[in-house]
């Protein structure tokens, strides 16, 4: 089983949205066997917090209904974890600058969607509506892409 951690500042906005929305694309594809996935954040600010509010609403909207409890990135999830994605280039420097045994799959989540990539997943939590459903629509691109490209066979 492959397991992949969305990795933003907070762990109320981006990662547990991309978590949610990875596991519906594996739910879709028939592969709940084959994936685990979780979310957590490079600060510890929300540590038990849930998702922000108006996140969870704009995913409502568009059908997704989902729950997570933050927490922050560990020493552990670096044994446990096959894939770390991070959201933007702070978070990614933040994961790499703690990488305990140099693991070999840290990459940003935009390095899977072709219409932003590289670019950052933008925080939406200072911005309005429209934001939300920005990344909404990036992290739904991206966690279906990043599903097709990780290898499922032992």
């Known amino acids: 089983m492959k397991k992949v951690l969305f990795v933003c500042l907070g762990n109320i906005c981006r990662s547990p949205l991309a978590e949610a929305l990875f596991r519906k694309h594996v739910e879709e594809n028939n592969l709940l066997d084959k994936f685990d996935c979780d979310s957590c954040g490079t600060a510890a600010y929300h540590i038990g917090a849930p998702p922000d509010e108006r996140s969870v609403a704009n995913a409502l909207e568009n059908g997704l209904a989902y729950t997570h409890s933050g927490r922050k990135l560990t020493k552990q999830d670096f044994e446990e974890f096959d894939y770390i994605i991070a959201m933007d280039d702070e978070n990614l420097s933040n ?37 939300f459903q920005d990344v909404f629509d990036i992290l739904d691109r991206a966690t279906l892409h990043l599903l097709k490209e990780i290898p499922t066979s032992i």
């Open 95 to 131: 994961i790499q600058h703690v990488n305990f045994n140099n693991h070999p799959h840290i990459y940003k989540m935009r390095k899977f969607d072709m219409e932003g990539l590289n670019q950052d997943v933008p925080d939406p939590y200072y911005g309005g509506a429209q934001g």
